[in-house]
């Protein structure tokens, strides 16, 4: 089967190390990367088949992990881009982990307690919806939160804020100075293109279940999430660890554009299938012979 190809310049959507972020500088919505809705199936599908080939090469070399990362205001689409872009990947070397609220037992160790636990291992590709950064998105908006965690709200400061920062800069470098690599994808979605999905979340019946009141309270406190995610990529965007800013209005392109940024990490490394030995070729053919007998 030929494998298409297509171009995306994915360092438009990368926010570099040090720059200071402003999301209405940043589009939710580009020209699209395909002509036409077949057009995104067949991209889709040479995304997933290369996706699949890199995936055996990572978990056959035994040596690094990727580990991706969705942040995103409610209905961007993380599900349907996870889903999407992973479904030819085979599930014994990927584990999806999504982090709801943080259990009593969570809320008693530090912020990166509970995420660390869920780490790829060597081979494998972890994926995050929503992760430890959610504890500098929603608890900077909702600081009343930090009282579970046993923290003043009335304490949380500029300082206290940089110090977690720095904690979440810190626990990425050590990851990639030990062959994890962290990719992090904010799926950035416009108010408008929102509140549509949300109404089809009301209209149509299959879609009922993923709409709650708390979908509509938190969306009246859409301009404190856009200045606290700002904040969060120019403070955590890093050489190691770079945050990229996919647009999301369009599903489609989103889920190209994400295949593409995983593709080239995963490409970066240079994977391999292990070179087998003279003494271990020598070995298998003396089986061979067995066998064949």
Avoid at 247 to 274: G, Q, T, W
Wanted: proline share 4%; aromatic share 10%; with cysteine.
């Amino acid at each position: 089967m030929a494998v298409t190809k297509f171009a995306i310049d994915t360092r438009k959507f990368r926010v570099k190390e040090g720059d200071k972020v402003d999301l209405a500088d940043w589009p939710t919505l580009v020209d699209p990367v395909y002509r036409d809705k077949d057009d995104y199936h067949a991209l889709l599908a040479s995304q997933i088949l290369r996706l699949s080939d890199l995936q055996q090469k990572l978990y056959a070399h035994d040596r690094d992990s990727l580990l991706l990362i969705f942040q995103a205001m409610d209905a961007a689409g993380k599900d349907g881009a996870i889903s999407h872009v992973m479904s030819g990947v085979n599930p014994q070397g990927c584990q999806v982990t999504s982090f709801k609220h943080p259990s009593g037992i969570e809320l008693e160790h530090d912020f990166l307690w509970r995420t660390t636990r869920e780490l790829p291992e060597r081979g494998m590709i972890g994926i995050f919806n929503r992760s430890y950064y959610e504890s500098v998105l929603i608890l900077r908006v909702h600081p009343d939160l930090l009282k579970a965690e046993g923290f003043d709200p009335k304490k949380a400061d500029g300082d206290f804020w940089r110090k977690r920062y720095r904690s979440i800069a810190d626990l990425e470098r050590h990851l990639a100075a030990n062959h994890t690599h962290v990719v992090k994808i904010f799926l950035h979605l416009s108010k408008e293109e929102q509140r549509k999905r949300f109404l089809a979340r009301i209209d149509e019946p299959e879609k009922n279940w993923k709409f709650s009141q708390a979908d509509i309270e938190e969306r009246g406190f859409w301009d404190d999430y856009q200045k606290a995610y700002a904040k969060c990529l120019s403070e955590t965007s890093t050489k190691e660890a770079p945050w990229f800013v996919v647009p999301a209005d369009d599903k489609f392109s989103a889920r190209l554009i994400v295949a593409h940024i995983m593709l080239e990490r995963l490409e970066s490394l240079n994977l391999a299938f292990p070179k087998v030995s003279e003494a271990r070729k020598n070995e298998l053919q003396a089986i061979r012979a067995q066998l064949s007998e």
